[in-house]
């Protein structure tokens, strides 16, 4: 079960993140990834909350682990973020979670656990033409 409730994802893929894609590659604490979809090989643009952890960044779950985007990002080993207009590729994606949100800064934290939400996604930054530090491919 995710977070969530479904129709409240299903509202936002229809009608708010297209209003949210434009503005979250540019917004403190928003990216857009950008992944492919595993069975049509499709690029999707999806707006998320991210938050910079040192050379990782980490991707609050508020829809769950099971999310199209989240599998299509674990299945290619990674994915492209655009965060403040800059395109960042991502490797060795790994699901965490951590009820406590000991991550989050106090007030995220908190909306987090109204929402009770213990997922995150962590992500290497790709060193530029280097391999990933957890040796994982990254995806296009």
Known sequence: MSPLPRWVGRLNRRALNRVMRPLAARLPGFAVVVHRGRRTGREYAVPVNIFRDG?????ALTYG???DWV???LAAGGCIV?????RVELCAPRLVRDPTRAWAPPVVRQLLGVARVPDSLVLDVRPPGGACPAGGPAAA
């Open 82 to 86: 655009v965060v403040r207009g800059r």
């Open 71 to 73: 599998r299509n990002v």
């Open 55 to 59: 050379a990782r960044y980490r991707i």
């Open 65 to 67: 682990r099971e999310t």
